[in-house]
T-cell receptor, first 114, second 115 residues
Framework: AQSVSQHNHHVILSEAASLELGCNYS??????LFWYVQYPGQHLQLLLK??????LVKGIKGFEAEFIKSKFSFNLRKPSVQWSDTAEYFC????????????FGTGTQLKVEL | GAGVSQSPSNKVTEKGKDVELRCDPI?????LYWYRQSLGQGLEFLIY????????KSGLPSDRFSAERTGGSVSTLTIQRTQQEDSAVYLC?????????????FGDGTRLSIL
């Protein structure tokens, strides 16, 4: 069965610091990759997605992620975080032709301090 | 426009009781999904519906769990004879179609607590 690993469970950064959250998946087939964010008290929202083409994808609010097929990774990055980026971040994978059901990582709780 | 709507937002019930959770997807979205978010298990897929096709029930944890989708729109997730391990946030999502390139839009969830 496919699985998704997020190695950082809790991350604390100061404003303006750079962010990189790791995501690795275990599946050798063709996958679709997503990062979702859940701000405090809000529902899950899509940050960005990768289906095909350019492995560097840009999402909302200055986030980007790079798909490295050889490493089965899809790490999330942001050059300079803001206090408002405090949230929980989830990496998710679906299989092409697999009905679009998402397998999620365990999430990374990001706290940005002023 | 309106997003995915779930009700109730919170539900507290006694062990052994049945509960029904409701999801109203975004208008025009043909695919509907249920997930569960719990402390020990993270976010888990439960079931999805696509149009008139048979649902994929592969994520349902036991036969106490069932779901239906009437008229291709509203869905109800039913848990019979609830157990304490059923306590979780139940999330519903919808997408335009079933293809892997269709992002899913999530509701606010129903927080279920079993006493």
């Amino acid at each position: 069965a496919q699985s998704v690993s997020q190695h950082n469970h809790h991350v604390i950064l100061s404003e303006a610091a750079s962010l990189e959250l790791g995501c690795n998946y275990s599946y050798g087939g063709t996958v679709n990759l997503f990062w979702y964010v859940q701000y405090p008290g809000q529902h899950l929202q899509l940050l960005l997605k990768y289906f095909s083409g350019d492995p560097l994808v840009k999402g909302i609010k200055g986030f980007e992620a790079e798909f490295i097929k050889s490493k089965f990774s899809f790490n999330l990055r942001k050059p300079s975080v803001q206090w408002s980026d405090t949230a929980e971040y989830f990496c998710a994978v679906s299989l092409t032709g697999g009905g679009n059901k998402l397998t999620f990582g365990t999430g990374t709780q990001l706290k940005v301090e002023l | 426009g309106a997003g995915v709507s779930q009700s109730p937002s919170n539900k507290v019930t006694e062990k052994g009781k049945d509960v029904e959770l409701r999801c109203d997807p975004i208008s025009g979205h043909t695919a509907l999904y249920w997930y569960r978010q719990s402390l020990g298990q993270g976010l888990e897929f439960l079931i999805y519906f696509q149009g008139n096709s048979a649902p994929d029930k592969s994520g349902l944890p036991s036969d106490r769990f069932s779901a239906e989708r009437t008229g291709g729109s509203v869905s109800t997730l039913t848990i019979q004879r609830t157990q304490q391990e059923d306590s979780a946030v139940y999330l519903c999502a919808s997408s335009l179609a079933l293809g892997g390139n269709q992002p899913q839009h999530f509701g606010d969830g129903t927080r279920l607590s079993i006493l």
